[in-house]
């Protein structure tokens, strides 16, 4: 890890969110689990979602969760008062493996775009994700002193 001109080391981390932790349903239960830290208990919570038919609200639970512990965890000494710097990018729909049967279906893409308006003309590739990621934990980003 490249050094500071002090000796110390430039720190920095990021994470992915997402529009789905704010814009769809959640399980309250699971949400708070994690939040917590007790992953047993948001496992349970998860297996109780799925035997209720509700398995659809498990991801942006966990997104929801992810959210509000960055939002949460950012300005904490452990990170902000450490010179971390804490930050998240929620791109919208990512074009990836997993959602290219959405995009094939033309009536899914509809939706997606109704639910999801992109401002940057379109769906980005998992690279622009990527690449967005590093430069926010790049370290070779100046500070602001």
């Known amino acids: 890890m490249p050094r500071r001109n002090d000796g ?3 720190r920095r981390a990021a994470a992915v969110g997402s529009i789905s932790g704010t814009h769809h349903p959640v399980d309250d ?11 047993p208990a948001a ?4 297996a109780r979602a799925v035997e209720a038919g509700a398995g659809h609200t498990l991801y942006p639970s966990s997104k929801s ?12 000494p452990g990170w902000a008062g450490a010179g971390i710097p804490l930050n998240a990018i929620a ?3 990512v074009r990836t493996p997993m959602t290219a049967p959405l995009f094939e279906d033309e009536r ?3 939706a997606m775009n109704g639910a999801v308006p ?4 379109g ?12 430069w926010l934990i790049r370290s070779d980003a100046g500070d602001a002193r």
């Open 29 to 39: 239960a699971v949400v708070r689990a994690c939040l917590d830290g007790d992953e």
């Open 65 to 76: 969760a992810l959210a509000q512990w960055l939002r949460r965890a950012c300005v904490t």
């Open 108 to 110: 899914m893409l509809k």
């Open 123 to 134: 769906h980005a590739d998992a690279e622009v994700i990527a690449e967005a990621l590093r």
């Open 8 to 10: 110390t080391h430039h």
């Open 118 to 121: 992109m401002p940057l003309n």
């Open 91 to 93: 791109p919208g729909v």
């Open 43 to 46: 496992l349970e919570a998860a």
